[in-house]
T-cell receptor, first 117, second 113 residues
């Protein structure tokens, strides 16, 4: 079974600074996908960034980037120039492609990020 | 924009009641999911469906059932609600294939008293 571990239940960062959220996972699969999802206080979960395991290059989306270390099974999220709107719960997720083209997602327990003015 | 709509945001039910949570998506997604979200545990998959009338158990199906009579609608049923089912329930949907991501509804807060 796959497990996803987020060891930081809560973090704080000053506006405009950089913060890194940690995520490790355990799998015997070779082909998989990793995600960071954001859940703001309004509760709708949205995709922040996605990484295919077969790609060595780290994914970036504007102020969000990842540090993907496949051998170490580590997938951290870096948020640069933090904004108040980044305040949310962040979930790391692992996905493997399964039967019936069903994509089974495994989620970490989440990191609550508070961006302070 | 993809829209996944959960009909009830907040519900309070009594122990033993039958509870229906409804979810509708407007993007013709084949896959639909029900997750349960609890503090410190993240999201756990209850059931999923990959086609109309097709369903598969997730990681925590006990005490739940589902129904998918139409492609756009996926219902979660608590046959006899219990207090340990007090939680946030998230519906999600996606296209088939690993290149597609998953979209979530806003969630349904269920309190069983």
């Amino acid at each position: 079974a796959q497990t996803v571990t987020q060891s930081q239940p809560e973090m704080s960062v000053q506006e405009a600074e950089t913060v890194t959220l940690s995520c490790t996972y355990d799998t015997s699969e070779n082909n998989y996908y990793l995600f960071w999802y954001k859940q703001p206080p309004s509760r709708q979960m949205i995709l922040v960034i996605r990484q295919e395991a077969y790609k060595q290059q780290n994914a970036t989306e504007n102020r969000f980037s990842v540090n993907f270390q496949k051998a170490a099974k580590s997938f951290s999220l870096k948020i640069s120039d933090s904004q108040l709107g980044d305040t949310a719960m962040y979930f790391c997720a692992f996905m493997k492609h399964g039967l019936y083209n069903f994509n089974k997602f495994y989620f970490g327990s989440g990191t609550k990020l508070n961006v302070k003015p | 924009d993809v829209k996944v709509t959960q009909s009830s945001r907040y519900l309070v039910k009594r122990t033993g009641e039958k509870v229906f949570l409804e979810c509708v998506q407007d993007m013709d997604h084949e896959n639909m999911f029900w997750y349960r979200q609890d503090p410190g545990l993240g999201l756990r998959l209850i059931y999923f469906s990959y086609d109309v009338k097709m369903k598969e158990k997730g990681d925590i199906p006990e005490g739940y059932s589902v129904s998918r009579e139409k492609k756009e609608r996926f219902s979660l049923i608590l046959e006899s609600a219990s207090t340990n089912q007090t939680s946030m329930y998230l519906c999600a949907s996606s296209f088939r294939g690993p290149e597609y991501t998953i979209y979530f509804g806003e969630g349904s807060w269920l309190t069983v008293v």
